[in-house]
């Protein structure tokens, strides 16, 4: 089981920064994928950014540019740079980890941070 915990949520300013970090509690996530999805009220969640094992990452189109992921695998911790922050960008934001060698439907996921952009 892993558990993973989310920090770094807040309000902030149209054009501002903040920084997201999720620390699992186990290990084995150095050799899995970690990604940071969010979900914005009355939408459906989406996917944010991800980074593979050996750091390639993918970000949805709507970031780029904006936002970069990063992982450190001696901490166990997946990072979210979000910078030039939109209103658009308010949402919960939760870190999640595949369960099995891809994503799929049992997958880990965060508790999620709050993330508010005002204009």
């Known amino acids: 089981q892993v558990q993973l915990v989310e920090s770094g949520g807040g309000l902030v300013q149209t054009g501002g920064s903040l920084r997201l970090s999720c620390a699992a509690s186990?290990?084995?996530?150095?050799?899995?994928?970690m990604g940071w999805f969010r979900q914005a009220p009355g939408k459906q969640r989406e996917l944010v950014a991800v980074?593979?094992?050996?750091?390639?990452?993918n970000y949805a189109d709507s970031v780029k540019g904006r936002f970069t992921i990063s992982r450190d695998n001696a901490k166990n911790t997946v990072y979210l740079q979000m910078n030039s922050l939109k209103p658009e960008d308010t949402a919960v934001y939760y870190c999640?980890?595949?369960?099995?060698?891809?994503?799929?439907?049992?997958?880990?996921w965060g508790q999620g941070t709050q993330v508010t952009v005002s204009s």
């Open positions: 980074i593979g094992s050996t750091g390639s990452t």
């Open positions: 999640r980890v595949p369960r099995g060698s891809g994503w799929g439907s049992s997958d880990y």
């Open positions: 186990i290990s084995i996530v150095r050799f899995k994928p």
